[in-house]
């Protein structure tokens, strides 16, 4: 299993609950941005720099995460894309993208930016804050215990 993570826009304490989950549960990890990223000194851990372009961390990601993966990320299109292959996906504030809960998503996603195109304000997600810390680090562990425990294919 690999941890892959949509990074150019993961906030920096998701990062760090990963960093340290990765040595934890000795796993590989990999973040992909259209930027350089620094990293800690860790053989499983690594970033990969894409060029800049719409979508081009996500097609990365796409083609190269395998069934049984996890992918963090907030994009819902990339999820949803994502949960088709049979990847584990989990939002930077703890959310579980699944095969039954990625279209009622995609849907409103598309509700708000058709609301947004026609020029209705509904402003952005909240400030990400110390619960969304705490309910992120809580569903991963949950999902890595989950993952570890089930028998291997």
Known sequence: MQIWVDADACPVVVKEILFRASQRWQKPLTLVANQMLRTPPFHLIKAVQVPRGFDVADDYIVEHASAGDLVITGDIPLAAQLVEKNVYVLSSRGER?????????????DMLEELRGAGVEIGGP????????REFANALDALMMRLA???SA
Do not use: H, K, Y
């Open 149 to 151: 425990r089930a028998p």
């Open 126 to 133: 909240a400030a990400f804050s110390q619960s969304d810390r």
């Open 97 to 109: 993208f699944t095969a039954d809960n990625i279209r009622e998503r995609l849907s409103v996603r």
